[in-house]
């Protein structure tokens, strides 16, 4: 079980900075967010920061996924707009970045790129949201696959796909491509999925390329701390186990960055303290990695 810790949990600090924390506190690696302060996709001279990066990366020892849910990225009066529902000039935008996400992530090394449809525009009908979503995701694989690079799409509260059924009604309007996997929010699961955590890990199964991680209530889509909400974790890492997962476990806790070193201890000694549990109850659950992860950079 690797564990990673999301960079937009440290917003207050340089990603140089927030990486070297990470590294010593003992994370194998980092759920990296595209944003203005961290490796700005549309800063000049960026190709030269990603392969700093990288290989700033390399030396600290941590892998990482690439997450595109920037809030103000593309425009600093909307959070996260424009989506990929949006209209076709303004949805160009979103898909320019995506593909920018997976030029970065190729040459990162990362393990997947992940992302989301976003709101539905009010009044917008359902077949025409599906189509615009279809088109854009089409967009994107096309370019992942000119990379290699598996692209994890995140159901999410309160957008126009929040599900695992969501994500798979769009997997099977895509015809299943290889490259197109799941990111999973285990916080998700329990705000609103109609099945326990554990199930709904089992039923990801081998389409998770992602897995994002932090405590909440049922029908709160509020990030917390592990041991804050309703979540027994033990039993949702012996799940993840169970599947083959052998991708970045990462902590989502973007809203806690004023103490971000304190919370980044904290959570990585709690998941430490739930795998180990998770393993004396189920000692032979690990099966083989996944079958979506990128040749040469799994696990």
């Known amino acids: 079980m690797r ?8 917003g207050s600090h340089r ?13 194998d690696g980092v759920a990296l967010t595209l944003d203005t ?55 160009a935008r979103r898909i320019d970045l995506l593909k920018r996400a997976v030029r970065i992530a190729s040459d990162l090394g990362a393990e997947a790129v992940s992302f989301w449809s976003g709101a539905a525009p009010a009044g917008l009908p359902g077949p025409l949201a599906w189509g615009r979503l279809l088109s854009g995701v089409e967009t994107v694989l096309d370019e992942a696959g000119r990379h290699g690079v598996p692209l994890g799409f995140e159901p999410e509260p309160g957008m126009f796909v929040e599900t695992i059924a969501g994500f798979e009604r769009l997997r099977d309007l895509l015809d299943g491509p290889r490259l197109f996997g799941l990111t999973l929010d285990i916080g998700h699961c329990r705000c609103l999925e109609p099945e326990p955590v554990p199930a709904c890990v ?7 390329v992602n897995v994002q991680i932090e ?13 804050a909400g309703e979540i027994h974790f033990p039993p949702v890492l012996a799940a993840l186990a169970e ?57």
């Not at 810790?5 to 440290?10: D, E, I, L, V």
């Not at 990603?15 to 590294?23: E, F, G, N, R, S």
Request: one cysteine or more.
């Open 243 to 299: 599947t083959g997962y052998g991708g970045l476990v990462g902590v989502e806790l973007p809203r806690h960055g004023h103490d971000a070193p304190n919370v980044a201890r904290r959570s990585l000694d709690h998941l430490r303290r739930a795998w180990a549990t998770a393993r004396q109850q189920t000692p032979d659950a690990a099966g083989p990695s996944n079958s979506l992860k990128r040749a040469g950079h799994g696990t």
């Open 215 to 227: 405590d909440m209530r049922r029908g709160v889509h509020e990030h917390l701390e592990f041991g």
């Open 3 to 10: 564990f990673a810790y999301g960079t937009n949990g440290f």
């Open 202 to 208: 089992r039923r990801a199964g081998a389409q998770l």
């Open 37 to 91: 302060v961290h490796l700005d996709p549309y800063a000049p001279g960026i190709a030269h920061e990603v392969k700093r990066v990288a290989a700033r990366l390399s030396r600290l020892g941590l892998r990482t996924v690439v997450e595109t849910g920037g809030r103000y990225l593309l425009d600093p009066r909307r959070k996260h707009h424009p989506t990929l529902l949006c209209p076709p000039e303004e949805a």
């Open 15 to 27: 990603l140089d900075d927030a990486l070297a924390v990470l590294a010593d506190l003992g994370y």
